[in-house]
């Protein structure tokens, strides 16, 4: 709803310079002040480490952040709904022992990775049915199926980790496209197509109608539930991607990854400007939420800060990314009414 | 013509160097069988490996009682019992291998045994102990999550009246009989063969190190320390570049080796604390273009299922691996049990299982897995 008025008043003219034009746009606004959080961190890690801005460190970071950047598209759509999906790390796991397990069974890989796809939009089926229809909070509904996709993710693999994977497993998450590797391809299809789905579509409003107000988007006509349930199937087929890009780049199905996911993927999103309130966020705020994060672990690992002290930089730079990114805000919308 | 003449001289440019380097990964893995050893190398400069801590975990010594503790018994002491087996975690190959083989075990000696999986997590191992004394077992093979956690822990369930016997990590305390490995000694070979074979391979070129580790547990720590006496012991002039925390899973490792290669383009030899961490890092070799024998080293602990694969691929840099054993760890673990409950061993009772270096050659690997990860 916000997004759909923030494009009528992101209008061209009236004078003013085109700065000011720019962050006349709340949102855009928001995803200036994310943007400055990731080019200060950048400088910071540039500075500390010679090997931080180079091409490479570049592909790196982004490959890394690719299996965070689908999965938190899906999440910025259910979460700008005043959803949430915790179960998005365990349907990572489990779609790709699917997938690998297929594989193994003889399976042609790419069907091998449709299934594991298919099977991760089911788990958002599963998840929004009972959480539309039965009015169970997103939040009990995906924990619990965060526990039992972890189960079946063990249950699939036999002996903990697969062995026997086709030759091609990782052709998937270690080849390039047009020169550039091929999960960052993936993430940029799947980031343009939720960017359109979300910015330009009749769903899209939707969305961000019933996350403004629920029962005003459901008086004004909105098939909420049908509309949530169609979120968590997107949410959990992205988590389903971002598993097999994963798990292919790794060159294993195994059960214990994606552990802690989830919080990667909400952190992300949050960073990135989606209010946890909903009715709010936009899908180019995620992706550099995501690259905050991957941005942050690669950049202490090039400076060489010890272990412990990253789990405490990590936190410490998570929450001054969010200050700095408020107080940029406030500092803007103070240039905005000057 | 002309065209014609240059295209066969490609082709065979080509074919001949797909068969050098053929043949060069085919002679690395001949020759890491060749340097292979079972036995600790001593350091050819003490100086080198003065700096490097020493074995924290085994406080009480590394001498087991004496006993038949690895071979499978006539009768056991546990037939017609009640036996809990707790598990760190049965997502991992090690622990699953673990509980395959008690089973296995229950069902041979005739036992009732239920298994209870800790996930890795302290709060749930610490639940766990609550719902193993509601089960009223009359033995139980705990495997603590944390040693200075375990002391209360062994202690709550003895006083519930329970027998207990620890295996994998050592309570902080001596409160129960105990199995348990040298941390220390099994990674120290592997970090011998891995230098051995690298100064086979490669000679004098400087050996740059990076550690795929796992800070939080003190075990883990004698595993990096360890290694890295052994590789020192043989490469004196090798240097420790990075160590990261890999988190012992593959996919936080993969991210972790892949910004350590990232900051250090000059290392060429990985140790991973565990398979999963060795997985990781050569996952990020294979992203960076660099997967191939001729690359380095990869040397880790552990000798699951998947990463036997590695160790035996010609073009795979993993080239050392020690086996931390879980048919060597059940089957001690269940005649210490049996012993006692029959009252023929107590809380100074402990057995040290060794870590069996692997030999990189299709029967070290094969003998390796019939005995510790059987296929049913």
């Known amino acids: 709803m916000a997004d759909t008025d923030s494009v009528q008043t992101a209008k061209p003219g009236h004078g003013n310079s085109g700065f000011v034009r720019l962050i006349r746009d709340g949102h855009n606004l928001q995803t200036i002040a994310t943007l400055m959080v990731l080019t200060l961190m950048c400088v910071l890690f540039a500075v500390l480490s010679d090997r931080f801005l180079t ?23 259910v979460m700008i709904a005043r959803g949430l999906d915790l179960s998005v790390g365990s349907v990572l796991a489990a ?20 299934l594991g796809i298919l099977f991760g939009g089911g788990v958002g089926l599963i998840n929004g049915t009972i959480i539309a229809k039965l009015s169970v909070s997103p939040i009990i509904v995906t924990l619990g199926m965060l526990n039992i996709a972890r189960g079946v993710a063990y249950l699939i693999t036999p002996s903990a980790i ?37 910015s330009y579509s009749t769903f899209g409003k939707r969305i961000y109608a019933i996350g403004g107000n629920e029962e005003a988007a459901r008086l004004s006509g909105i098939n909420v539930p049908r509309a949530l349930i169609l979120l968590y199937v997107l949410c959990g087929t992205t988590a389903a991607i971002a598993g097999i890009v994963l798990s292919s780049r790794v060159g294993a199905g195994d059960p214990n990854i994606g552990v802690g996911f989830e919080l990667q993927v909400i952190a992300a999103v949050i960073i990135g400007g989606t209010s946890l309130s909903g009715g709010e966020g936009r899908i180019i705020g995620t992706v550099i939420g995501a690259l905050i994060i991957a941005v942050l672990g690669n950049g202490l690992n090039l400076a060489g800060v010890e272990p412990f002290w990253q789990w405490v930089a990590q936190g410490i730079v998570l929450i001054a990314a969010i200050i ?12 905005k009414k000057g | 013509m002309n065209r014609n003449v240059l295209r066969l001289a490609g082709a065979s440019a080509i074919a001949l160097g797909a068969m050098i380097s053929t043949a060069l990964a085919e002679d690395a893995t001949a020759l890491a069988v060749q340097t292979f050893s079972d036995e600790v190398c001593e350091p050819a400069d003490p100086a080198a490996v003065a700096d490097i801590p020493s074995g924290v975990s085994g406080f009480t010594g590394y001498d087991s009682a004496p006993g038949a503790w690895l071979s499978e018994p006539e009768a056991s002491a546990l037939t017609g019992k009640r036996v809990a087996l707790t598990v760190m975690g049965l997502g991992q190959p090690y622990f699953l291998a673990i509980s395959g083989h008690w089973k296995r075990l229950a069902e041979k000696y005739d036992f009732e045994l239920r298994v209870f999986d800790g996930r890795f997590d302290a709060g749930t191992v610490q639940r766990l102990v609550d719902d193993v004394i509601s089960y009223a077992p009359d033995a139980v093979a705990f495997a603590p999550l944390d040693s200075a956690a375990a002391v209360p822990q062994v202690q709550r369930m003895k006083n519930e009246g329970l027998t207990v016997v620890t295996y994998n990590v050592q309570p902080a305390e001596v409160v129960a009989p105990r199995v348990f490995a040298n941390d220390y000694d099994g990674p120290r070979i592997v970090g011998c063969n891995a230098g051995r074979y690298y100064k086979a391979k490669f000679g004098d070129e400087p050996a740059i190190i990076g550690v795929v580790d796992f800070p939080q547990l003190p075990q883990v720590q004698d595993r990096r320390n360890g290694f890295l006496y052994g590789f020192l012991s043989i490469v004196p002039d090798a240097t420790v570049a990075q160590m990261v925390d890999g988190g012992a899973v593959i996919d936080k490792a993969n991210a972790a080796a892949s910004d350590m290669l990232q900051a250090n383009p000059e290392i060429n030899v990985i140790f991973g604390i565990n398979n999963d961490s060795s997985l990781g890092a050569l996952a990020a070799l294979r992203a ?27 073009e795979s840099p993993q080239k050392a691996e020690s086996g931390y054993p879980p048919y060597d760890f059940t089957i001690a673990t269940f005649n210490l049990l049996g012993a006692a409950v029959a009252g023929e061993a107590d809380e100074n009772t402990q057995v040290v299982v060794g870590y069996p270096p692997i030999a990189p050659s299709e029967d070290g690997i094969k003998s390796w897995l019939d005995r510790q990860y059987p296929r049913d």
């Not at chain 1, 490479?56 to 690719?66: G, K, L, P, V, Y």
């Not at chain 1, 998450?173 to 799947?190: C, E, F, N, R």
Request: net charge negative; hydrophobic share 50%; proline share 5%.
């Open chain 1, 55 to 77: 091409a490479s460190n570049f592909q790196n970071i982004m490959r890394n952040a690719a299996p965070l950047i689908i999965a938190s598209c899906g999440m910025t759509a």
């Open chain 1, 95 to 114: 779609a790709s022992v699917l997938a690998a397990s297929l594989a193994v069974a003889g399976v042609p890989l790419y069907a091998a990775f449709v």
């Open chain 1, 162 to 198: 697969l062995v026997g994977l086709p030759r091609n497993w990782s052709d998937l998450g270690t080849s390039k496209l047009a020169g550039l590797p091929m999960p960052i391809v993936i993430a940029i299809v799947v980031a343009c197509l939720f960017h359109v789905i979300m």
């Open chain 2, 288 to 314: 960076a273009g660099s997967y191939s024998s001729d690359w380095g080293v990869v040397a880790s602990v552990d000798g699951s299922e998947p990463i036997m694969s590695e160790l035996g691929s010609d």
């Open chain 1, 324 to 335: 700095i990114d408020r107080q940029v805000q406030d500092g803007m919308r103070n240039v």
